[in-house]
């Protein structure tokens, strides 16, 4: 994280003298008030912190008064210098020593998160939702301070609920990354109260996402949400039983190479099976013999010693499976043949 300096010098002649102090005198003012009533953004930090800081931010507000003749009293001026005190802030706060680096980037997220949705800028809208989930984030994980879940849960709660429409293309990680954690949190009563509903409904919503060139990580959280979300709709969790749904990410999943990933080899395994069994009765969707034999073969051949330990029941109930019904059918039909041969 680069630091701020500051340096004595010439001040550059196309700054607006007047506004510099203007700008200085309301930056510099603890009751100074951004974008929502009440707003005391500054008025917790060292007097020095808020000297140096109407100094910096005014320097930036007097070159913007004098390229765009901007009224200082209208509401894109109070917007640029919004968002010019939000980046110092954090800056600021470690420059004198006010925070270690996590305390002050997670006091300064926090502060950037808990801003009024309906009074945030458009232009700011990407780095306030990228905020509110690195708050987030902080507050699960405990850096930065102690942990929160439920102000974790809170906020990933309120990225989640974003329409997609809504996202700026350079947060759809942290988007799908949101919909992920928030679900995990309702699934498992981490934060608040068990929400099966809520799980089951964001799962889909990061399941059914077009994919897209994401982080390994972020593919990993939307394959796990596929397959969490397959397994919610097969037994029924949080809603009503969805063979369909279930069969088809059972599908994608199966038929992706996600297994080579040894953290989602046994998700990846466990599809499969239940692909091929759905496949072969019919559940779900149009009985399919021969995908059923494919994904069972596939298992049968696994080399033992490499069978992850959570996969071994699958494993040996698709084995004994696929010995049942496809290897002793194989073999009776060749039997068959050998004898028509013979009689013949």
Known sequence: MSHLTFQTGTIRPQIHFP????????????????????????????????????????????????????????????AFLARHVLDYNLNLMISFGEHSENEAERRSLGKIAGLEDTKVP???????????????????DGEGGAVDLEKARA???KVADLEESEVPENIRESY???????????????????DKAKARDFFGKVAYFKKNKFSLGVLLSCFFSQFKF????????????????????????????IDIIELFR??????????????????????????????????????????????????????????????????ARRNMNLRLVKAG
């Open 19 to 78: 506004s510099i102090c203007a700008c200085a005198r309301k930056v510099g003012s603890s009751g100074y008030k951004i974008l929502y009533d009440g707003s005391k953004l500054l008025s917790n930090l060292d007097p020095r912190v808020l000297m140096h800081s109407a100094v910096v931010i005014s320097v930036s507000a007097g070159l913007f008064y004098s390229t765009y003749k901007v009224s200082k009293g209208s509401f894109e001026f109070q």
């Open 230 to 257: 397959a397994n919610m709709c097969f037994d029924g969790e949080g809603g009503n039983v969805d063979k369909k749904a279930a069969r088809e990410f059972y599908g994608k999943i199966a038929a992706s190479k």
């Open 176 to 194: 799908l990354e949101a919909q992920y954690q928030f679900a995990m949190m309702c699934l498992n009563g981490v934060g608040g109260d068990v």
């Open 266 to 331: 046994p998700a990846c395994l466990v599809s499969r099976v239940k692909f091929a069994l759905m496949c072969n009765s019919g559940e779900g969707g149009p009985q399919n013999i021969q995908k059923a034999e494919f994904y069972l073969r596939k298992i049968y051949y696994l080399d033992e010693n490499q069978i992850p330990d959570s996969f071994r029941n699958y494993y040996n109930e698709a084995k004994n499976f696929y010995m049942d019904v496809f290897l002793l059918d194989k073999l």
């Open 155 to 157: 906020f990933l709660g």
């Open 122 to 140: 458009e232009d700011f809208r990407e780095r306030y939702f990228k905020s509110q989930y690195s708050f987030a984030m902080m507050c699960r």
